[in-house]
């Protein structure tokens, strides 16, 4: 099982988003996504944003970034992930 759960990852996804305006990550398919595409990007050869990455598969790393907020979601009409 990986920690933290995805309602956990959406929580802190949608934490800047205004009462009233339409969350940035409406469902689990956009974590994944965005995990999945992160973990590519380091296996290509990325820089890990989060201390102590080394020894630990890159989907790990990449869920961790997500939860610490390294790595944003931005909408449809942008790239699907941003660095920060």
């Known amino acids: 099982m990986i920690h933290p759960s995805y309602v956990d990852l959406m929580k802190v996804m ?3 988003v ?7 990550v409406n469902s689990r398919y956009s974590i994944v996504i965005a995990a ?3 973990a590519r990007q380091i296996i290509a050869g990325d820089e890990p944003l989060v201390e102590g990455a080394a020894g630990k ?4 790393t990449a869920v961790q970034e997500l939860y610490e907020g390294k790595v ?3 909408g449809d009409d942008n ?3 941003e660095e920060v």
């Open 18 to 24: 205004e009462f009233g305006e339409e969350p940035v």
């Open 14 to 16: 949608n934490s800047g």
């Open 36 to 38: 999945s595409k992160r």
């Open 72 to 74: 944003k979601i931005i």
């Open 57 to 60: 598969k890159p989907l790990s």
């Open 79 to 81: 790239e699907e992930e």
